[in-house]
């Protein structure tokens, strides 16, 4: 027996009224439930009540809300003066201090206060579900109820299965977090959930290209940026979310899967921790900021005053570039004329080892990468000792049509190429060890973290053959285990299968 999660009379309690609980607590007035609110600070639980009643009110204000619905969400709202008030509760949701003893403590006061059938959920973001369920007596009835901050505005919420919780509850907290206008997702009790695990690839892969000196972050922002939606550049991301937030939460994650290198971060990153470079918060982190908050964008690459090329060699097939050059007006040569540029567009080899497969001059050989938003910011790439007025040459054809270049150093994938590859196949290998079904996993990543598709969307967008050899080729080159591509990926790109395809 479970609660009816349908129920007009159901009631919420919510423990903790700080940033998250009075969120929940209002997604729960407001999706017609009755919300009582608990906090061992004194007067906190009715500064949490007079706080959403202000925030309903400002939406009737705007109309956003009508006036009877506002008034009707408001009176579903009230204050429990001790945990014994959530007797009636067909559901509690903990948002208390990050403290796995308290969390145990806490859960134990509230089994012993409701009835047998009422859930209790956590809205821990990094301790595992199983382990405060195992201070509880009936564990089938505790799970996750994982919420983003800010509560009202962040759509997602993880609904996360324990060890032991039963179907009816993950099914029952699915239905009230619809009641609550949230987008639920079902997640495994694993390091990090979903979203904060899918997250690592788009920042620690970005660290990785920083450190290897391929490219500046303000760059590398820009690229991913640009060339590729995203909101908001990895360094930006970091920056805002707070140094001291992310690393540690890198570390939790990368050993709470035992050290899995794909995974890893790069010392850089604890570095700018040490150095107490955190970021908005510090005015300082990646970027510096003035006084007021703001940004101080470092200057971007200089533009090329070379006269730019007017004729080109391609030495393999390549429809995409020569379609570029065609649009640039540049004449594709049908032999190498011993002067003009050479140019390549790999799909995961850097420069170098092109030049050496193709046993091309590597002074005139500049790659560019097409496979990832060519005509929005174009990379392009040469190997070491490249002669710079033929690769100045190239930048200032393509600076006549496209609103940005951004020459980095040689690195298979090229930036983006490289960090799209690795956030896919994040998704994939979460497809794989189950961490959620491949649609959730999608809506995880564009709801939760604002990504312009779902990290296993994201093959379809780069072409399935095209993700698996990135990795591939990042796998030989450095030889590093971190690129091996995920199972799931590799099944699907072999056989040719939507990637979606459930195992
Ligand atoms: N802030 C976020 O971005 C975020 C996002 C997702 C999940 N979470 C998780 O949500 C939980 C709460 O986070 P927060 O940011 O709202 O914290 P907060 O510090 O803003 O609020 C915590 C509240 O809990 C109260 N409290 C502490 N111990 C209590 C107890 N034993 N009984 C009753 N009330 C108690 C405090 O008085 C305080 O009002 C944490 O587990 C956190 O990991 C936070």
Not at 187 to 207: H, I, M, Q, S, W
Not at 234 to 258: A, C, H
Not at 368 to 389: E, F, L, R, Y
Request: with cysteine; charged share 25%.
């Amino acid at each position: 027996m479970t609660i009816d999660a349908n129920s007009e009379t159901l009631k919420v309690g919510i423990v903790g009224a700080g940033a998250m609980g009075r969120g929940i607590a209002q997604v729960s007035a407001t999706g017609g439930m009755q919300a009582m609110i608990f906090d061992t600070a004194d007067g906190a639980a009715q500064g949490a009540v007079d706080f959403i009643g202000g925030m309903i009110d400002r939406a009737v204000t705007k109309g956003r809300m009508s006036e009877a619905d506002g008034l009707a969400s408001k009176e579903r709202l009230s204050v429990a003066k001790t945990l014994e008030d959530f007797k009636d509760c067909d559901l509690v949701v903990e948002a208390i201090v990050e403290n796995i003893d308290i969390k145990r403590s806490v859960f134990q006061q509230i089994e012993k206060v409701v009835s047998k059938d009422a859930i209790i959920a956590s809205n821990t973001s990094s301790i595992r579900i199983s382990s405060i369920a195992a201070a509880c007596e009936h564990k089938d009835r505790i799970a996750g109820l994982h919420f983003f901050n800010p509560v009202p505005l962040m759509k997602l919420v993880e609904v996360i299965n324990g060890t032991d919780t039963s179907k009816d509850t993950t099914d029952a907290l699915t239905v009230i977090g619809k009641r609550m206008g949230r987008v639920p997702v079902v997640v495994k009790d694993a390091p990090g959930f979903l979203v904060n695990l899918g997250g690592r690839a788009y920042t620690t892969e970005a660290l990785r290209i920083a450190s290897e000196g391929v490219a500046a972050p303000h760059e590398i922002d820009a690229i991913m940026r640009d060339a590729c939606g995203f909101r908001m550049g990895p360094f930006e991301l970091m920056d805002l979310t707070g140094i001291d937030v992310n690393f540690p939460v890198s570390q939790i994650i990368y050993n709470g899967y035992f050290q899995d290198k794909r995974l890893s971060t790069a010392p850089l990153h604890e570095s700018m921790m040490e150095a107490g470079r955190l970021g908005r918060k510090t005015k300082a982190g990646f970027y510096d900021y003035a006084e007021d908050g703001s940004l101080i964008q470092p200057e971007g690459q200089p533009k090329s005053t070379a006269e730019p090329m007017g004729r080109a060699y391609l030495p393999e097939s390549a429809p995409d570039l020569e379609q570029f050059l065609r649009d640039l007006g540049v004449s594709v040569l049908s032999n190498d004329d011993g002067v003009s540029p050479i140019l390549v567009a790999p799909v995961g080899e850097d420069c170098t080892s092109i030049c050496v497969r193709l046993e091309l001059d590597p002074q005139r050989t500049v790659a560019i990468d097409t496979v990832t938003g060519v005509h929005m910011h174009a990379t392009v790439m040469t190997a070491p000792g490249a002669n710079d007025d033929v690769v100045n040459s190239v930048i200032a054809a393509i600076q006549k049509n496209t609103n940005a270049v951004t020459r980095i150093k040689d690195c298979p994938g090229f930036v983006a190429q490289r960090i799209r590859a690795m956030v896919a196949n994040l998704g994939c290998e979460m497809a794989q060890i189950g961490v959620a079904s491949p649609e959730d996993i999608d809506k995880g990543m564009t709801l939760g973290l604002n990504y312009p598709q779902g990290s296993i969307e994201m093959v379809d967008v780069m072409g399935k053959e095209n993700t698996l050899i990135v990795l591939e080729e990042l796998q030989g080159i450095t030889g590093e285990e971190r690129y091996r591509p995920s199972l799931w990926l590799r099944r699907r790109a072999l056989l040719d299968l939507p990637i979606h395809t459930p195992d």
